[in-house]
């Protein structure tokens, strides 16, 4: 099975920055579209952003568009979630996910196939 890893979570106040990093397990890193997923204390899982496997595409909620950017590595089979201008509202453990269709970029939890952990992300006011 495929392996994901988050790292880099923490607390941060308003206004600051934090990257977030998943190290993928197997040989073929390169053949999965990624993404960031974020869930907030009685909140459902949301989308925060995905990168189609050539790294050509993004794609980022509306929320963290112009803050926030995703990228991903191939050699280092690890994806990242670069996080600027932090919000309280941006609090939430985050999540990421493959998903098997790497042409693509899916915005929905149903649309992923493996998922990591969960990092923790506090931002104060």
């Known amino acids: 099975q495929v392996q994901l890893v988050e790292s880099g979570g923490g607390l941060v106040q308003a206004g600051g920055s934090l990257r977030l990093s998943c190290a993928a397990s197997?040989?073929?890193?390169?053949?999965?579209?990624m993404g960031w997923f974020r869930q907030a204390p009685g909140k459902e899982r949301e989308f925060v952003a995905g990168?189609?496997?050539?790294?050509?595409?993004?794609l980022y909620a509306d929320s963290v568009k112009g803050r926030f950017t995703i990228s991903r590595d191939n050699a280092k089979n690890t994806a990242y979630l670069q996080m600027d201008s932090l919000k309280p509202e941006d609090t939430a453990v985050y999540f990421c996910?493959?998903?098997?269709?790497?042409?693509?970029?899916?915005?929905?939890?149903?649309?992923?196939?493996?998922w990591g952990q969960g990092t923790q992300v506090t931002v104060s006011s």
């Open positions: 197997g040989r073929t890193f390169s053949s999965y579209a």
């Open positions: 996910a493959a998903d098997t269709i790497p042409w693509v970029i899916l915005t929905t939890v149903d649309g992923y196939d493996y």
């Open positions: 990168i189609m496997w050539s790294g050509g595409k993004t």
